[in-house]
């Protein structure tokens, strides 16, 4: 699997500009990566999403911090309560 990714993060991208003059970027040689909104970035998003929330899980991040990850397809939100404890239950 991650050797489709990777043959398909150095395939060359073929554009045409305004006046239809083909131009082909990126290839092997590319070390940019993935274009914001591409149609890899949600692929690898997810895959690393995973790997994230395992860990948040497994050590109990979001409990220590009272924190809640809040992932929605290739997004994701952290929300944390940051009043200091003595703060935290009471009312505004």
């Known amino acids: 699997m991650l050797r489709l990714i990777k043959l398909w993060l150095k395939a060359p991208i ?16 590319s070390t940019c990566g993935t274009p914001q909104g591409g149609v890899a970035s ?15 899980r497994l050590t109990g991040r979001g409990e220590a911090n009272r924190a809640y990850v809040i992932s929605y397809a290739d997004d994701f939100s952290l929300a944390a309560d940051m009043r ?5 239950g009471r009312g505004r």
Do not use: A, C, Q, T
């Open 42 to 56: 949600p692929l690898l998003s997810v895959i690393y999403m995973n790997r994230f929330l395992k860990h948040w």
């Open 84 to 88: 200091p404890r003595r703060w935290r």
């Open 14 to 29: 073929e554009e045409r500009d305004g006046d239809g003059k083909r131009h082909v970027s990126g290839g092997k040689s």
